[in-house]
């Protein structure tokens, strides 16, 4: 072989040698990022996992405060449902005592404005009024004002029920 042959094989072998050194360098580079990727993506999914696990149990806590607020709706419309059927029931009684002339409704008088004031010296076991006077309405009148009675008692029964609703679901 030749000088210049043996330089030229040197070369070559010199230039292999590069080669394959850089492509291991490489390699290895390869391997180490790989390693620190699978690393990452193994964090990654863990605090994903932690994340999703976060908002299941939130999920999970809004339903059970939004269970709970229906079933408190529930029954408070049972209670106003009851107070309502009770209140008409007792209504309804009313006017049927009315009807019968069980129950007689009868007001006030007013007095003589000259007689200035008619409360007695003593008070009397007989009742609280003072007047003595009382004059009795005509039935058709009273079922009227029962029927007055009624509506507003209903009224007020309405206006709690949605008072207590919006107690319950404002924050």
């Known amino acids: 072989m030749t000088p210049v042959q ?5 070369v070559a072998l010199t230039l292999g ?7 291991l360098a490489w390699q290895v580079q390869d391997w180490r990022m790989g390693k620190a990727l699978a690393e990452q993506a193994g964090l990654h999914k863990d605090d994903l996992a932690a994340i999703s696990n976060a908002a299941e149990a939130q999920a999970r806590a809004e339903q059970d405060k ?20 009770d ?5 309804a009684r009313l006017r049927d005592q009315l009807a019968t ?6 007001v006030l008088l007013a007095e003589d404005p000259a007689g200035c004031c008619n409360v007695p010296a003593a008070s009397g076991t007989a009742g609280v009024v003072h007047a003595a006077r009382r004059a009795q309405l005509d039935p058709a009148h009273a079922q009227r004002i029962i029927a007055i009675t009624d509506d507003g008692d209903n009224a007020v029964i309405a206006l709690r029920a949605c008072q207590a609703y919006v107690r319950a679901v404002a924050p």
């Open 6 to 10: 043996k330089l030229a094989g040197l």
């Open 17 to 23: 040698l590069m080669a394959g050194a850089a492509g």
């Open 66 to 85: 939004r269970l709970a607020l229906e079933q408190k709706l529930a029954s408070q419309d049972q209670q106003h449902t009851k107070e309502l059927s």
């Open 87 to 91: 209140a008409q029931r007792n209504q």
């Open 101 to 106: 002339a069980d129950v007689r409704l009868s």
